[in-house]
């Protein structure tokens, strides 16, 4: 074929777009099953080349220098390293991939046996298991094992996100003074920089700061851009939310909190503090080092119990405990427009846009009327979905239509009719293609 003839690349077959998009799909299907017949193959090869020694075993690579470390995490078997060379060259990878391929495969049969029959069974994907695979690798048995047994439900539908947080979780409970360590560590590498600015005469500003130092800035950079939005400002969030932060910097938030000394007359100014709500959810035994782990929704991620009492005492920091959200509370208003109350409990429920994969935090994003208020549908949590403007936009002018199954469930279907259910659990493909009638909408 002549890569370089207009001709050859992209003719038109005849195929209408449905079809073609159903044998993109077979194709897709065919190799999830090709791979897990190679996964298959690779560990019954492990299985026949374990050593019972370190020495002459496969270690990582890092670059070109060998780390010493098995090519899988501990518990899992040594295999022979000249034996190995002839697996990768077999599997057509390079020296390095190759060896780090093999090597989640190997985490994943022998660390994470549940997950391992999940990719068998073709419930889960062969690249979220490496992925997977890559994060438990440095983990000890126990914190391995606690990571399988709660995928092992629901594995083939939990999004990265969660994935992420289950291992941070893993670390936080069963190697405390490890994660203690590296968040000490990461403490001690905070900056906050503005580069210098560019011919167009804009600057980027970039840093690493405290979760809950990070969250403070972001409420009130995101307060004054809805603000300046109220004042008639007609740019988007995004350039409002730049606009706010340097208005930040041209005021001097304490001179609000002035006060005189009735006695001297003296003026006295104090420091505002640290004024933001925090949604941290604690057991009984998060404090008792049981289970040294809390969840901070504004986070989205676990949090040790240390860092948890840290934002707590420090000096300028007033902690309001407020009652639980019931995120089933669903009492609708009248108008169109939203209360607080009811985005809040929203963005707590569904974190990030609804659309398939989209990973925009809900506290950016539009609130969409599931059933249009102009048809009847209510202005309550049950009936409002986060999605941000792309989505919206997708949903609002093109064919993308979307049901609420649940609040927090909704079954999407695309142009060409494919159905997507999307969850707290992430996305999943469902293969029931319709075709649509655009006379229908």
Known sequence: MDLGSNASIGKYDGRSVPELLGEIRSEVVARKSSQVREWIAIVAWADQNTLDTREGAATLLDGVVDTGVPIAGPGAPLVSEFALMELIAVLDRSPIGGRAYVGQVIECAWRLPRLYRAVVAGRVDTWKAQRIADLTHPLCPEAVEFVDRQLDAAVDDVGWKQLERLVAEAILRFDPEQAEAERERI??????????????????????????????????????????????????????????????????????LLFADPETGEVIATSPGRRVTLNVHVTDTTFTGDNPVARCEELDAP????????????????????????????????????????????????????FLGCTVKASRCDLDHSIEHARGGPTCPCNLVPLCRRHHRAKTFSLWRYVTIQPGHYLWLSPNGHHFLVGPNGTKVLDTPRRIDPDDY
């Open 187 to 256: 403490s001690d590498h905070r900056h906050f920089d503005i580069d210098e600015p560019s011919d167009t005469g804009h600057v980027i500003v970039h840093g690493l700061m405290d979760a809950v130092d990070g969250h403070d800035l972001d409420q009130a950079i995101n307060r004054r851009a809805v603000l300046l939005g109220k004042c008639g400002d007609e740019s988007s969030l995004d350039v409002r939310r730049s606009k706010a932060a340097a208005e930040l910097a041209r005021q001097d938030l304490s001179l609000d």
């Open 303 to 354: 949090v040790s119990s240390t860092q948890v009492k840290d934002w707590l005492q420090a000096p300028t920091t007033m902690v309001i405990v407020r009652p639980v959200i019931d995120l089933a509370d669903c009492i609708p208003v009248d108008s169109y427009e939203i209360p607080d109350r009811h985005r809040a409990r929203v963005q707590l429920r569904d974190h990030t846009c609804r």
